[in-house]
């Protein structure tokens, strides 16, 4: 049962553009929602995180919009460069980052010139 | 300095081997975790231990067994390796594990190739 949907699973963007990255949950008990970047051999990070609370997050050029009634986010990548092009995963868990994770499925995603 | 690593970074042995993977963090964080990337790049919690006190426990087979002998220690050992236990296996860290919005910071990843 995938509790996390994510999609879609690939995306090819030009330079300057938008990408938009879509998630949606079941589990309402939810209450913490990060989106991880992963580069090739190397393990995810921290992107941007929000809490159900705000219906938008923003840092620098990454954005997160929370619809909590359709339990729906989604991550906006505003002015998409070429070192952008990595696996995005989203996430959530309940009470917190330090309880147990549950992933999306991962979108890769690729920035051309 | 590497604030999760874990070693080796790739292993390559065969079926019914018996292998481990060591982790150390150097963040002072009291919670660690093992995940699980398969081959589709999925991601998936396998263990979680809070000051060396096993906390989460996925339905994982008992063959894979982890070892705290510190906070800043979390080694996976695995007994009979199997194909199907190929996959890239990620050492984590949080400080707390109730409190929340804590960062969880990934290792590199460790290849286990079982063939």
């Known amino acids: 049962q995938q509790q996390v949907k994510q999609s879609p699973q690939s995306l090819i963007v030009q330079k300057g553009g938008i990408s938009i990255i879509n998630c949606a949950y079941e589990?309402?008990?939810?209450?913490?929602f990060p989106w991880y970047q992963q580069f090739p051999g190397k393990g995810p990070a921290l992107l941007i995180a929000?809490?159900?609370?705000?219906s938008e997050k923003k840092e620098g050029r990454f954005t997160i919009s929370f619809n909590k009634s359709a339990k729906q986010f989604s991550l906006h990548i505003m002015d998409s460069q070429p070192g952008d092009s990595a696996t995005y995963f989203c996430?959530?868990?309940?009470?917190?980052?330090?309880?147990?994770?549950?992933f999306g499925t991962g979108t890769q995603l690729k920035v051309e010139l | 300095d590497t604030a999760v690593s874990q070693t080796p970074k790739y292993l390559v042995t065969q079926m019914g081997n018996d292998k481990s993977i060591k982790c150390e963090q150097n963040l002072g964080h009291d919670t660690m975790y093992w995940y699980k990337q398969d081959s589709k790049k999925f991601l998936k919690i396998m263990f979680s231990y809070n000051n060396k006190e096993l906390i989460i426990n996925e339905t994982v087979p008992n063959r894979f067994s982890p070892k705290s002998p510190d906070k800043a220690h979390l080694n996976l050992h695995i007994n009979s390796l199997e194909l199907g236990d190929s996959a890239v296996y990620f050492c984590a860290s949080s400080q707390g594990s109730r409190l929340s919005g804590n960062t969880i910071y990934f290792g590199e990843g460790s290849w286990l190739t079982v063939v």
């Open positions: 929000i809490r159900p609370d705000v």
């Open positions: 996430a959530a868990s309940i009470g917190g980052g330090g309880n147990k994770l549950t």
């Open positions: 589990n309402t008990a939810f209450d913490y």
